[in-house]
């Protein structure tokens, strides 16, 4: 095991201790009078050197803090004339502005898609209206056609799949399945400018009737 420690300060404080103490007696310790003499000196000069050193670091600490801060509020300033620069720009209609700034035109924005509706599912209402409901996204422009097929009595065959709502939320109340009808098909696109999504997974609700107060009353099959 070293005696003397590794860590630089540490090393440093353990000869400082010992050098005056090695230079009252240097003979007693087996040293001769030079090479006690060398140690003090090497300990002053390190000592200088590493206080000096020391004293850097803090300096260098300091002037990185200041140079971050001037960086951040030249990257603050320059970016709020690139917005004015911008706005000028746009208000004016002048590419030549941004060619004098030496900034780049400013970039159409993408066009986001329609994202296609997902997890149809409906509930019966009180009121013999079917409610639906799916998986969307509502983004800016995007609007919801809801598509219906019937199957109008036993037996019959379904009506073609027609749009009979176009909705911006991502519900609808159909209150108009007709009566005695067996089943209903939906499917819900989303449309947005002219781009219209294949549609969410068909969805089938199958009807019964029961008598309340004389009167047919719409219910979901089993």
């Given at each position: 095991m070293s005696v003397v420690p590794v860590p630089k300060a540490q090393m440093l404080a353990f000869f400082q201790e010992r050098a005056p103490v090695w230079a009252a007696d240097p003979a007693a310790i087996g040293l001769t009078l030079d090479q006690s003499n060398s140690l003090t000196a090497a300990v002053g000069q390190a000592a200088t050197k590493f206080a000096?050193?020391?004293?850097?670091?803090?300096?260098s600490k300091?002037?990185?803090?200041e140079q971050n801060a001037a960086l951040d509020e030249l990257a603050d300033l320059g970016a709020q004339l690139i917005k004015i620069i911008r706005a000028?720009?746009?208000?004016?209609?002048?590419?030549?502005?941004?060619?004098?700034?030496q900034i780049p035109?400013?970039?159409?924005?993408e066009?986001?898609?329609?994202?296609?509706?997902?997890?149809?599912?409906?509930?019966?209402?009180?009121n013999g209206a079917l409610e639906l409901k799916w998986d969307g996204v509502k983004s800016n422009g995007?609007?919801?056609?809801?598509?219906?097929?019937?199957?109008?009595?036993?037996?019959?065959?379904?009506?073609?799949?027609?749009?009979?709502?176009?909705?911006?939320?991502?519900?609808?109340?159909?209150?108009?399945?007709?009566a005695g009808a067996?089943?209903?098909?939906?499917?819900?696109?989303?449309?947005?400018g002219?781009?219209?999504?294949?549609?969410?997974?068909?969805?089938?609700?199958?009807?019964?009737y029961s008598l309340n107060n004389g009167q047919q009353e719409l219910q979901l099959a089993a």
């Open positions: 000096a050193a020391q004293s850097a670091r803090a300096v300091s002037a990185t803090i000028y720009g746009l208000q004016i209609g002048s590419e030549e502005v941004f060619a004098l700034a035109l400013p970039k159409d924005p066009p986001i898609d329609p994202v296609n509706p997902s997890n149809l599912r409906f509930t019966l209402l009180q995007t609007t919801f056609i809801v598509y219906r097929s019937i199957v109008p009595g036993p037996g019959e065959s379904p009506t073609p799949m027609l749009s009979i709502a176009s909705v911006g939320a991502k519900e609808y109340e159909d209150s108009t399945i007709p067996v089943s209903a098909t939906y499917v819900v696109r989303a449309l947005k002219d781009q219209l999504t294949p549609g969410s997974s068909p969805v089938t609700a199958n009807f019964s």
